[in-house]
């Protein structure tokens, strides 16, 4: 499959070096296309994306509060069908923050009401746009500016399952390691109606504390070890796609890995990686189970 050469993003942005959003966002909004309405709130991607009168999107852009995105969307939508406008993709667009703990609300309340938009979260596992503090998505034993010298207490909240609890169409979790399967589920979520949610994995080098080179080898590992599942659920049916599913009946790299090429984890205990890596082999063997049935 090739990408479209079209770029919607300018060359030149006030992105993090190595940030794995610039990658998400470019790749996204090439599936999506320039009949696109984007919905920001507060977060690294209105950073990147400039100050009036400057922008990096070719792309029109509604910066919105921080815990209104599900129901501004709501609203861009709204005014779209009153114009008659058809064929225009409404997405709202935030980090892990703005959807899983601030915006959860509005977007719960979209996906009740059915609304026909797209939703993408970049989830790069803190707030990172002001100063690095624990989100809900912030896994466990990782050290952030608001977390004990331990590291996180709490398990990372699954965002996924609980969108996908409300029994929308279509639900994709995505890594900006693997752009092509991140391309194809927003392309596929462009070809669907009603509320479509897209989760998708973002390495972040400040934040994790890794070099700046190594993103994609950081957000492959996730994926390589288990950690972070590549999936579809459609109707209630989870699929897993591209690398995750060729990992079905294979040997899996050790979630250690994973941990040692990033500071925010120096604080792991030895026995808190073995509970990690044994909930993460739990789940494999249930996803092995499900393919033999």
């Known amino acids: 499959m090739n990408l479209t050469e079209e770029e919607f993003v300018h060359p030149g942005n006030r992105a993090c070096s190595g940030c794995g959003l610039s990658i998400v966002y470019r790749i996204g909004l090439k599936a999506l296309g320039k009949n696109t309405v984007l919905v920001v709130p507060p977060s690294c991607l209105t950073v990147m994306q400039g100050l009036y009168p400057v922008a990096s999107t070719k792309i029109p852009c509604v910066n919105v509060t921080f815990a209104s995105t599900g129901a501004a969307a709501s609203g861009v939508r709204g005014a779209m069908k009153a114009l008659k406008k058809d064929g225009v993709n409404v997405v709202a667009w935030a980090g892990d923050g703005g959807t899983g703990d601030i915006g959860i609300q509005a977007l ?13 979260c970049y989830d790069n596992e803190a707030y990172m746009n002001t100063g690095i503090q624990r989100s809900g998505t912030t896994p466990q034993g990782v050290l952030t500016t608001t977390t004990p010298i331990r590291g996180k207490l709490q398990e990372k909240k699954d965002i996924p399952a609980i969108i996908a609890a409300h029994g929308i169409g279509y639900v994709a979790t995505a890594s900006a390691a693997f752009p092509l399967d991140l391309y194809e589920k927003v392309k596929k979520a462009t070809t669907l109606s009603g509320p479509r949610y897209i989760h998708v994995h973002t390495p972040c080098p400040p ?5 700046t080179r190594y993103t994609i080898k950081v957000g492959k590992l996730a994926v ?3 950690l972070f599942d590549l999936y579809e659920i459609e109707d209630g049916r989870l699929t897993l796609t591209g690398p995750s599913k060729r990992l079905l009946g294979k040997k899996r790299k050790p979630v250690k890995e994973y941990f040692d090429v990033q500071g925010r984890f120096k604080s792991l205990d030895p026995e808190l990686v073995e509970t990690l890596q044994g909930r993460i082999d739990a789940k494999w063997e249930n996803y092995n189970d499900q393919q033999q049935q």
Do not use: H, L, P
Request: aromatic content about 14%; charged content about 25%.
């Open 207 to 211: 934040g994790w504390n890794f070099a």
């Open 224 to 226: 390589e070890t288990g």
């Open 108 to 120: 719960s309340g979209a996906c009740e009401r059915g609304e026909d938009i797209i939703y993408i």
